[in-house]
């Protein structure tokens, strides 16, 4: 059973730093292409983060050069690196995993950039 667990999101000032976790369980990260969402209140769900299972990250426009993706196949973690912060990130982060055609979602973690 696929099970996706997201961690790490909490009250962040401008400009500053999280490292969001997600740990995956009936799955490894290196042999499926993984990926962060996020959702602001009152919007769709969007893409912020790929990594693919040969290791190619893709970025949303929004997020290109601040957010860094990346996996620890050993300890079944994906992670999202998030740098210099906005207010306009505020948002729940979830981890998606699509394999074989199920799509899976962690429950997520909210993320708030506020002063």
């Known amino acids: 059973q696929v099970q996706l667990v997201e961690s790490g999101g909490c009250l962040v000032q401008p400009g500053g730093s999280l490292r969001l976790s997600c740990v995956a369980s009936g799955l490894s990260v290196n042999l499926n292409p993984m990926a962060w969402y996020r959702q602001a209140p009152g919007k769709q769900r969007e893409l912020v983060a790929t990594?693919?299972?040969?290791?190619?990250?893709k970025y949303s426009d929004s997020v290109k050069g601040r957010f860094t993706i990346s996996r620890d196949n050993a300890k079944r973690m994906v992670y999202l690196q998030t740098d210099s912060l906005k207010p306009e990130d505020t948002a729940v982060y979830f981890c998606?995993?699509?394999?074989?055609?199920?799509?899976?979602w962690g429950q997520g973690t909210q993320v708030t950039v506020s002063s």
């Open positions: 990594i693919s299972s040969g290791g190619i990250t």
């Open positions: 998606y995993v699509d394999r074989w055609g199920q799509r899976y």
